[in-house]
Nanobody, 116 residues
Framework: QVQLVESGGGLVQAGGSLRLSCAASGSIFTINVMGWYRQEPGKQRELVADITSGGSTNYADSVKGRFAISRDNAKNTVYLQMNSLRPEDTAVYYC??????????WGQGTQVTVSS
C-alpha cells in the first residue's frame, strides 16, 4: 500500500503562485509515475502534470509554461509549482501515484482557489 498526503493549497490572487507538496509513504518502491490531477465541482478529474521515476514530465496544455512538477526521491515527495495562476485553475488538486501494475493511489486532495 501507498499513502499520499498533500499540502500547500490555499487562496491566492490571480497572477500569484502556490507550491503543492505530496509526501509518499508505504510501498513507494512500487510507484512508477507520480502526478497531480484536479477536479472542479461537477466535472471529471483531469491530469495536470505527471513525472516518471526516470524524471520525464508531461503537462496539460492549459498549464504548460506556468506549472512545473518535480520530485525529490530522497524525501519521497513530489511538488507542483504553480505560477501565473488564473481563476480557472481553481479546483481540488489530488496527488496520484501509479504503480507498475497500473494501480492508482490517491491523496485526500487540497483546495486551490484563485480569485480574480
Amino acid at each position: 500500500q501507498v499513502q499520499l498526503v498533500e499540502s500547500g493549497g490555499g487562496l491566492v490572487q490571480a497572477g500569484g503562485s502556490l507550491r503543492l507538496s505530496c509526501a509518499a509513504s508505504g510501498s513507494i518502491f512500487t510507484i512508477n509515475v507520480m502526478g497531480w490531477y484536479r477536479q472542479e465541482p461537477g466535472k471529471q478529474r483531469e491530469l495536470v502534470a505527471d513525472i516518471t521515476s526516470g524524471g520525464s514530465t508531461n503537462y496539460a496544455d492549459s498549464v504548460k509554461g506556468r506549472f512545473a512538477i518535480s520530485r525529490d526521491n530522497a524525501k519521497n515527495t513530489v511538488y507542483l509549482q504553480m505560477n501565473s495562476l488564473r481563476p480557472e485553475d481553481t479546483a481540488v488538486y489530488y496527488c496520484n501515484g501509479r504503480d507498475y501494475h497500473g494501480r492508482d493511489y490517491w491523496g485526500q486532495g487540497t483546495q486551490v482557489t484563485v480569485s480574480s
